[in-house]
């Protein structure tokens, strides 16, 4: 088999050993943190399972933080359940099916939503004769703003725009003043030259004006 055809026969192994190996990446990206009031908002939390290869089974539970007193607002427990509290009705179960995701959405966030959210999640590994846990906890300090948050990009595009605007200007007024004094000057040169002109005795000027004819 020649160089180039095991090269071809390799290709597809290759690409299916990348998807399989894509798929098995868990990434523990941090939680957005500011929201707007009045819409919703994702917490995220996520928990990477070490052994993929060992059957567990997965609790998790979210809870708020107010004023040193941890209120329980969520849990997973083989299946997302809502408590009852002030959240009740307001959050949605945004996890995914291996529960390395955990993450929820609360609905129509409010100012008073601000503060800190606790995830713990708490993995049983379920080997033959033991079963051990593990517990991973993830806060997530939210800040709930009443007006739009203003876009870094259009802020940093406006001031650009602004300046734009000012050099235009600038350099309008400099080629204003420079064919104002353009100007100043030809007519400046020009009363010269009349001056000039008039300081000249009659009969000098009758034999400046003539031309000389060569026979």
Same mark, same amino acid.
């Given at each position: 088999?020649?160089?180039?055809?095991?090269? #071809?026969?390799?290709?597809?192994?290759?690409?299916? @050993?990348?998807?399989?190996?894509?798929? @098995?990446?868990?990434?523990?990206?941090?939680?957005?943190?500011?929201?707007?009031?009045?819409?919703?908002?994702?917490?995220?939390?996520?928990?990477?399972?070490?052994? %993929? %290869?060992?059957?567990?089974?997965?609790?998790? %539970?979210?809870?708020? @933080?107010?004023?040193?007193?941890? !209120?329980?607002? =969520?849990?997973?427990?083989?299946? *997302?359940?809502?408590?009852?509290? *002030?959240?009740?009705?307001?959050?949605?179960?945004?996890?995914?099916?291996?529960?390395?995701?955990?993450?929820?959405? !609360?609905?129509?966030?409010?100012?008073?939503?601000?503060?800190? =959210?606790?995830?713990?999640?708490?993995?049983?590994?379920?080997? +033959?004769?033991?079963?051990?846990?593990?517990?991973?906890?993830?806060?997530?300090? #939210?800040?709930?703003? %009443?007006?739009? #948050? $203003?876009?870094?990009?259009?802020?940093?595009?406006?001031?650009?725009?602004? #300046?734009?605007?000012?050099?235009?200007?600038?350099?309008?007024?400099? $080629?204003?003043?420079?064919?104002?004094? +353009?100007?100043?000057?030809? $007519?400046?040169?020009?009363?010269?030259?009349?001056?000039?002109?008039?300081?000249?005795?009659?009969?000098? +000027? $009758?034999?400046?004006?003539?031309? *000389?004819?060569?026979?």
């Amino acid at each position: 088999m020649s160089a180039w055809n095991t090269f #071809l026969y390799s290709v597809p192994l290759l690409l299916i @050993l990348l998807v399989r190996c894509c798929q @098995l990446v868990c990434v523990e990206v941090p939680s957005d943190t500011e929201a707007l009031h009045g819409t919703n908002m994702k917490l995220t939390c996520i928990s990477c399972v070490k052994r %993929e %290869e060992v059957d567990t089974d997965t609790m998790v %539970e979210w809870t708020y @933080l107010n004023n040193d007193r941890e !209120i329980s607002i =969520y849990e997973f427990n083989g299946e *997302p359940r809502e408590l009852k509290g *002030p959240y009740q009705g307001r959050i949605l179960w945004n996890g995914s099916k291996d529960l390395q995701d955990v993450s929820i959405t !609360i609905v129509n966030v409010t100012v008073n939503d601000s503060g800190l =959210y606790r995830c713990t999640v708490k993995r049983y590994f379920n080997y +033959k004769k033991h079963r051990p846990s593990v517990t991973d906890v993830k806060e997530v300090r #939210l800040t709930v703003h %009443e007006d739009a #948050l $203003e876009d870094f990009t259009s802020y940093i595009s406006e001031i650009m725009m602004y #300046l734009l605007l000012v050099f235009l200007t600038l350099w309008l007024v400099i $080629e204003m003043i420079y064919c104002y004094r +353009k100007i100043l000057k030809s $007519e400046q040169a020009a009363q010269e030259n009349v001056a000039d002109y008039l300081a000249i005795p009659s009969g000098n +000027k $009758e034999n400046h004006s003539s031309v *000389p004819v060569e026979e």
